[in-house]
């Protein structure tokens, strides 16, 4: 069976300016389609792996390493009261970390956000307002690629 990210991966010279924020060595960094948590993005490791126990262990430290830089960026452009970090695998087995910025007006703030997300699956209304952010998504795409970029020549 094909992996929806290892396709992906394969293709990354196809994506926009506004997906494809960053290639790291381990990882993929994309913008997400949920602006609502704004800067929200996927990591998606270089291999395909199920879980992360599955890197070896200087892969791995560098994935990790790689979430926390993104991360760093996101709360630099978000200014997010919080991040919140998810690696599941449920619907796609090959190891990709979401990361939510989490604002303080978020009238959620206390609730996971895959339960708004189910909801924008069957509310066309829901959907647009999660996918539709505060901010073009070019412009949040271009302010993380040079937080990244600052971060990266500093060795933040």
């Given at each position: 069976?094909?992996?929806?990210?290892?396709?992906?991966?394969?293709?990354?010279?196809?994506?926009?300016?506004?997906?494809?924020?960053?290639?790291?060595?381990?990882?993929?960094?994309?913008?997400?389609?949920?602006?609502?948590?704004?800067?929200?993005?996927?990591?998606?490791?270089?291999?395909?792996?199920?879980?992360?126990?599955?890197?070896?262990?200087?892969?791995?430290?560098?994935?990790l390493d790689e979430?926390?830089?993104?991360?760093?960026?996101?709360?630099?452009?978000?200014?997010?009261?919080?991040?919140?970090?998810?690696?599941?695998?449920?619907?796609?087995?090959?190891?990709?970390?979401?990361?939510?910025?989490?604002?303080?007006?978020?009238?959620?703030?206390?609730?996971?956000?895959w339960l708004a997300?189910?909801?924008?699956?069957?509310?066309?209304?829901?959907?647009?307002?999660?996918?539709?952010?505060?901010?073009?998504?070019?412009?949040?795409?271009?302010?993380?690629?040079?937080?990244?970029s600052r971060m990266?020549?500093?060795?933040?």
């Open positions: 069976m094909a992996c929806y990210f290892c396709e992906k991966l394969s293709r990354l010279h196809e994506l926009t300016e506004e997906e494809l924020v960053w290639q790291f060595p381990h990882s993929v960094a994309l913008l997400g389609p949920w602006q609502y948590y704004t800067g929200y993005c996927l990591l998606i490791a270089r291999r395909h792996a199920t879980e992360i126990f599955q890197l070896p262990d200087g892969e791995r430290q560098g994935y979430m926390s830089l993104l991360a760093h960026a996101i709360e630099q452009v978000a200014r997010p009261r919080k991040i919140n970090y998810e690696l599941l695998g449920n619907q796609v087995p090959h190891l990709h970390w979401h990361l939510f910025s989490r604002q303080e007006n978020d009238p959620e703030h206390l609730k996971p956000v997300i189910d909801r924008a699956e069957r509310d066309p209304a829901e959907k647009e307002r999660l996918q539709a952010g505060t901010r073009p998504r070019r412009e949040l795409a271009e302010e993380l690629r040079s937080e990244i990266e020549i500093g060795k933040w």
